[in-house]
């Protein structure tokens, strides 16, 4: 059956790529290798708009979560966090871990937080180190106000503003330095359109004053010796992921390529064509207020089981979305809009969501969605 | 330029591997991956011969190592580690990074630990609650005597043995159970012939039952929910790298068609082989006393230039043999035996470091090492 993969991370990998990552492996403590590590670096500050210090690590997004906390806090520290999501969950996780006292802001799935809420927040708590929050929630498909928040921690000399933009980065403009982002974290199965296995973090000069202080423990994720070994060295500190490493450098090419506009402007409109295609045919959108370039989030028709649709959206169709997590596992569906992907992908997936939705009893006219979709894209 | 890769990691990948790992991408949480990775994780058992739970995460064995730290012990906690080489002193930094107080035993460089340090260690120190160890020290090519010092730490019912075979698993026999090996830690991209990213951690029950005590920090290398999520859920905590994954799949079931007897006598044979062909040409080996069969060591002739011998090596011939680490930087050279490679780059690589050898001014008459090597291969 030809598969098509439209969840959001991992998303569908060019095939260049998979055939560059076939090449006969090389060792990394070449010039060989450093060669193509330092081009990597310089793309990647490119993609992150930063002129800081991009670093690449292996492991998942998760990692570099984790570092993002460990690097800049001490145990005992305050620090703010968005929960409204999976995702936003993960920051109290990881503070509970480390002895980080976390000062919870909620916003219900699906809708972004109040930026006057975060406000309050930096207002009551100034001695706060930091605001952890995600540019685009993943489990309900929102974007958050990051540059409205960047504008409140850039005030404030002693709180870093630390954003997880895995599923943002190379989806949407979260422009690292021009908004005033400290640490910014993505993974590279997402836009990077690469297999799992490498984070990747943006960290500002305010942050790296931070780290100085931070006591919170850490070896594998250490920060300030990765500094050390990228922009010193052109390695990393523990064995490259090399293989991985090729590919982004190749994918990063082909993102420069088409440049960072139109990367963002052709994201934008699959999740517009989407969003307009799934209203067309009767689905309510998750987020409608807020919604995230990267991910359309919606809801799964009353009276159908989520799960069962999703499984046979991937099994009996050969079109893989994701289904809900955690509270929302069965009711909503989400279709990614990331990397690999363009204008055909939308009929595509639109057109295969209407299949399954009628192979549950749904009443939809065949091409609607893709019809609505359509609007958006020829204007 | 024609390439071999003879670096004790990476190693050379198989071409049917590099295959399999360029399919287009699955999404780990579907019955798909999840029937890949509960296969892997049966086939892990049976390399790590063990009845256990062996993990996977994605990071480098290095991650591993901090997981075997921090998901046993405890700050304050007393460990005795070996120190031989640049991975013993790796034991330390981590210890220091997560306050835990290491009892050093040192070997020089090229020797493995004496038995009676160990036993002397133990005794002096009751309270220890590991001892920490490689069972191949990489930067030396040592393999300790794991054998024995398990023999001491079986008696002691709250002293966990916790061995880092990142360049002996699928090399040499180091049979987790038999010895009772309590943590054992390998990397991908050695005898498991894949690209850099994951870490495998097999645990024995002594050490889960250290587990539910340790107090040490940790979130993405958790190694008692990866238990739960690996063997209760077929998938991993966090993204699984599924390429990887799949080329450990793959990788594994190469290893089971040749079968563990086979695949240890290969490599010892080749490691033979190779000091037997270094020595007919003059080499000196720099661990005689304790070879590892999964990488050779060996001096670099008095009067050459160590670091520019290797590069000339890689560069010019285009045969890459690893330098020397620290102290040992530039003064010798070493071989690796692991994965994908037989009799023919035995000759292959005597015969390139005896031209490369030449070419700096070493008296040597081309064959005669391959010419040693092949008495050991034809008995």
Redesign the interface.
Known sequence: MK?Y?Y?P??V??PEST??E????????R?PQFSAIFAETLKKLKWLFQTEGDVLVM??????GM?ASVTNFLSPGDKAIYVNAGKFGERWD??FK???IEGIELTAEWGQAIDIAVVQKALDDHPDAKGVYIQASETSTGVAHPIEAIAKLTAQRENTILVVDAITALGAFDVPMDKWGIDVMIS?S?KALML????SVVGVSEKAWKLNETAT??????DLATERKKHYKNDTTN???????IIGLNHNLGLMQEEGLENLFARTEKMAAATRAGLEAIGIKLFAPDAPAASVTSAWVPEGIDGKAFVKSM?DDLGV?V?GGQDPYKGKIFRVSHMGYLCEWDVYNSLTAIEKGLASFGYNVVMGTAAGAAAKVFNG
């Open positions: 598969r993969l969840t991370g991992p569908m990998i998979l055939l990552m076939a090449h006969p492996i090389i060792h990394h070449t292996a492991s998942t997004g998760t990692g984790e996780k990881i871990a480390y002895g993974g199965q297999p799992p296995g490498l919170c423990p850490h070896f594998y994720f523990f064995t490259s992921a090399v293989t991985l991937r893989a994701a």
